[in-house]
């Protein structure tokens, strides 16, 4: 074999082998979860898996609970909830299936800047392909007008709401085989993307993602953020028009495994993330573990395109475990998860500073 030919072989196995302790590194993650909370939180029970929610203009919480799939016995459909924070004993159960099954993940609400009509996005698992329905909103129920029928995947996870009609859904997996779905998880693998519905069609608009999650929309609609859980980071896009197709302009690394994400008012991102990702797959086979949980805050880039970040929340574990949503409303924030019983509202100081909650810096990584 010519020299080239074993640097090439010598280049390749050394890859693999930092491919491997890099891999090694992700999974097991030492140290603990310090409890970070500036304020007085309170629970919100009787949601299970509130996994995703979202606040509406008049102030109320709409949330997705379902039990997940292993719960099916117990908990055979999902539902979506509206609430009022301040009278969360007065809830609404709007919509249940309507007789059919029901299994909600990840949902956006939108309302029309020249109508003023109000729409929820929801994402539906059914077994063996997924749905996007869209609802018109009121108080009292939900009116499904249009369902997307996505075919050919039962792993889309979160969406984000252009129009009434249009909106961009993550999938966080290429194949509907749970052995595939396991190893390409373990391995890391970049299998994950975004479809992009145009009010007619589902079309592709970015791939190569570890576990592409939560997607969110920046303020004007023009710059979308989706995170790659099992990297670690946000990847951020450029949206171009009129087709809607996304042009990748840099990342933000995180500490931890990015799940939902949110906009805030003053166009920062609020990421619930998973600190310790072994212990979120833990509890999904034994619910009586309880997972921690951290929602950070990230500064709008600065000129310099560096971002700030600080701690909002951080939980051990012990009153809300796998936070994987939360929506920050002035000094109010709103967490939900993945597998509690119940949401918790904090809160919190509509300033952040060095004593309250202090955090690394951020550079955007082009």
């Known amino acids: 074999m010519s020299m080239i030919g074993w640097l090439a072989q010598i280049t390749g196995a050394l890859g693999l082998l930092g491919y491997g302790v890099n891999t090694v590194r992700y999974w097991v993650r030492f140290g603990k979860v310090d409890p970070v909370n500036g304020g007085i939180c309170r629970r919100i029970d009787g949601l299970i898996g509130p996994e995703d929610l979202v606040l509406t203009r008049e102030g109320r919480l709409i949330v997705s609970c379902d039990g997940r799939s292993e719960d099916a016995s117990v908990n055979p459909n999902g539902t979506i909830i509206g609430l009022r924070p301040d009278a969360p004993e007065e809830r609404v159960v709007l919509w249940d299936g309507g007789g059919n099954s029901f299994h909600p993940h990840g949902l956006d609400y939108f309302v029309d800047p020249r109508t003023g009509a109000e729409y929820l996005f929801v994402i539906d698992h059914r077994g063996t392909h997924d749905a996007v329905m869209i609802f018109t909103v ?185 936070a994987s949503v939360a929506v920050k409303s002035g000094e109010r924030l709103f967490v939900g998860s993945v597998y509690d019983d119940h949401l918790v509202i904090c809160d919190i100081p509509t300033v952040f500073d060095s004593s309250v909650a202090p955090g690394p810096m951020l550079s955007l990584a082009k």
């Open 138 to 322: 009121d108080e009292a129920a939900l009116t499904l007008i249009q369902e997307v029928t996505a075919s050919d995947t039962t792993s889309l996870n979160d969406l984000a709401a252009v129009s009434k009609d249009q909106f961009y859904v993550t999938s966080d997996h290429n194949s509907k085989s749970p052995m595939v779905k396991t190893v390409s998880d373990y391995l890391r693998l970049p299998t994950g993307y975004v479809l992009y519905f145009d009010g007619v069609r589902l079309l592709p608009a970015a791939s190569g993602i570890s576990y592409a999650n939560g997607i969110a929309l920046d303020v004007d609609k023009q710059r979308l953020y989706v995170a790659s859980m099992l990297r670690d980071k946000l990847i951020e896009y450029e949206r171009v028009p009129p087709t809607g197709t996304l042009r990748k302009t840099g990342s933000i690394a995180l500490q931890g495994s990015p799940d939902n994400i949110t906009v805030a008012g003053d166009g920062g991102l609020v990421v619930a993330v998973h600190p310790k990702i072994l212990h979120l797959a833990r509890q999904r086979r034994e619910r009586s573990f309880r997972a921690p949980s951290m929602i950070l805050y990230i500064s709008p880039a600065s000129n310099s395109g560096a971002r700030s970040c600080v701690t909002l929340y951080a939980d051990p574990g012990e009153n809300l475990a796998a």
